[in-house]
C-alpha cells in the first residue's frame, strides 16, 4: 500500500521570513510524525531559505510550477533546474489555479512534466474538473483527458514516482 502524501501549497502568501518561521515551527510541530510522506511548497523566493530550515527533517520542499524548457526568454517562469538548484525535490504541475488564471494546458502540463522529470524532481500532476463541468456531470470526461493529454508519451517507468 502507499504511504499517504500531504502537499502544503503555501501560494503566493508568505515572504521569506515569513516562510521561514513557518518552516521552523512545521519542524518541530512534525518531528514525530511517522506514517505520512509530507511536503510544502514555499513561492519560489523561499524555496531556498526555506530547504535550509527543514534540512535533517523529513518535510521535502517543492516548487510551485516549472517551465518545460531548461532556460529562455520566458519572463516570470522558473525552470525545473532552478528549483533543483535551490533544493526542490519535488514540483507541483497542471494546479487548476494555473489552468485558469495562466491558460495552462494539457500539452503545456506534459512539456512541464518533461522539465521535472529530465532533472529528478517528483512531479505531483494535478487534475480536477470546474464547478461547471462537476455540474455539467463531465467530470471523468475532463480528468480522463488531463491525465491522458499530461502524461501522454511517457512510459510508466519514467511516471511510476509521479
Known amino acids: 500500500m502507499r504511504r499517504p502524501f500531504i502537499a502544503g501549497n503555501w501560494k503566493m502568501h508568505k515572504t521569506i521570513g515569513e516562510c521561514v518561521q513557518l518552516a521552523k515551527l512545521l519542524k518541530v ?3 514525530d510524525s511517522h506514517g505520512v510522506d509530507v511536503a510544502v511548497c514555499p513561492p519560489f523566493t523561499a524555496i531556498a ?3 535550509e530550515v ?3 527533517s523529513r518535510i521535502r520542499v517543492g516548487g510551485q510550477t516549472c517551465h ?3 532556460s529562455g526568454a520566458f ?3 522558473v525552470a525545473a533546474e ?4 535551490a533544493g526542490a525535490t519535488l514540483v507541483i504541475l497542471g494546479h487548476s489555479e494555473r489552468r485558469q488564471y495562466f491558460a495552462e494546458t494539457d500539452e503545456t502540463v506534459n512539456g512541464r512534466l518533461a522539465g ?3 532533472v529528478g524532481l517528483r512531479p505531483i500532476v494535478c487534475v480536477g474538473e470546474t464547478l461547471e463541468q462537476r455540474e455539467a456531470s463531465k467530470t471523468f470526461d475532463v480528468i480522463e483527458r488531463q491525465v491522458r493529454g499530461g502524461l501522454c508519451g511517457f ?3 519514467e511516471l511510476s514516482d509521479l
Open 29 to 31: 510541530k512534525l518531528a
Open 49 to 51: 531559505a526555506t530547504v
Open 54 to 56: 527543514l534540512r535533517g
Open 68 to 70: 518545460g524548457e531548461a
Open 75 to 77: 519572463t516570470g517562469e
Open 82 to 85: 532552478m528549483l533543483a538548484n
Open 116 to 118: 521535472a522529470l529530465r
Open 155 to 157: 512510459s510508466a517507468a
